[in-house]
């Protein structure tokens, strides 16, 4: 199994422009989320997903879009890439819900994005 | 105040030392809890969970003070691969999960 793989693994955008960051899983997970990772800071989630079409808010979803159209996929979304996106993405899958104390979230290798 | 808060370090330890990171947490509701660890540029991955009567897996132990309201880890006979940021992680149930910023440690030769 190739567990979360996330694509592309590095992009540099300028200022305005547009891109998608796929996240693929192949456990048969319900449930996926989309983090940025900043120096200092933990991991705050964007986005997530409780199934196949739905999808939420999570902390710091401003300027992000997310969809969810097949189980295995959530990609995530800049329409206007700002310098304030410049972060590390990390996309993660869990079978059940955050709460329960035999959760575990498995993460995608990263995207490292740069914004111009 | 943050939500979960830790010492970023770095914790500089020589090989074979015990060493301990603590995590504190602001709401009382919290009901689970986790070490994760980071390596450097890498993605994170589950440590271990930690229980309210705590538990130890190899060299790792972990603890939670639910009255004090922290958790702790501890490494003992620290290893070179032991390296590596270890990340807090703290949800309620049917909540997200919170992340710690994480604390760096560097075992030494």
């Known amino acids: 199994n190739a567990g979360v793989t996330q694509t592309p693994k590095f992009r540099v955008l300028k200022t305005g422009q547009s891109m998608t960051l796929l996240c693929a899983q192949d456990m048969n997970h319900e449930y996926m989320y989309w983090y940025r990772q900043d120096p200092g800071m933990g991991l705050r989630l964007i986005h997530y997903s409780v199934g196949e079409g739905t999808t939420a808010k999570g902390e710091v979803p401003d300027g992000y879009n997310v969809s969810r159209l097949k189980k295995q996929n959530f990609l995530l979304g800049l329409e206007s890439a700002a310098p304030s996106q410049t972060s590390v993405y990390f996309c993660?899958?869990?079978?059940?819900?955050?709460?329960?104390?035999?959760?575990?979230?498995?993460f995608g290798p990263g995207t490292r994005l740069t914004v111009l | 105040r943050k939500e979960v808060e830790q010492d970023p370090g770095p914790f500089n330890v020589p090989e074979g030392a015990t060493v301990a990171f603590n995590c504190t947490y602001s709401?009382?509701?919290?009901?689970?809890f986790f070490w994760y660890r980071q390596d450097c540029r890498k993605e994170p991955k589950l440590l271990m969970s930690v229980y309210s009567s705590g538990n130890e897996d190899g060299r790792f132990t972990a603890q939670l003070n639910r009255a004090s309201q922290y958790i702790s880890l501890l490494i003992r006979d620290s290893k070179l691969s032991d390296s590596a940021t270890y990340l807090c992680v703290v949800n309620n149930y049917g909540q997200n999960f919170v992340f710690g910023p994480g604390t760096r440690l560097s075992v030494l030769p």
């Open positions: 709401n009382s509701a919290s009901q689970s």
């Open positions: 993660a899958s869990s079978y059940s819900p955050p709460g329960g104390a035999y959760n575990e979230q498995f």
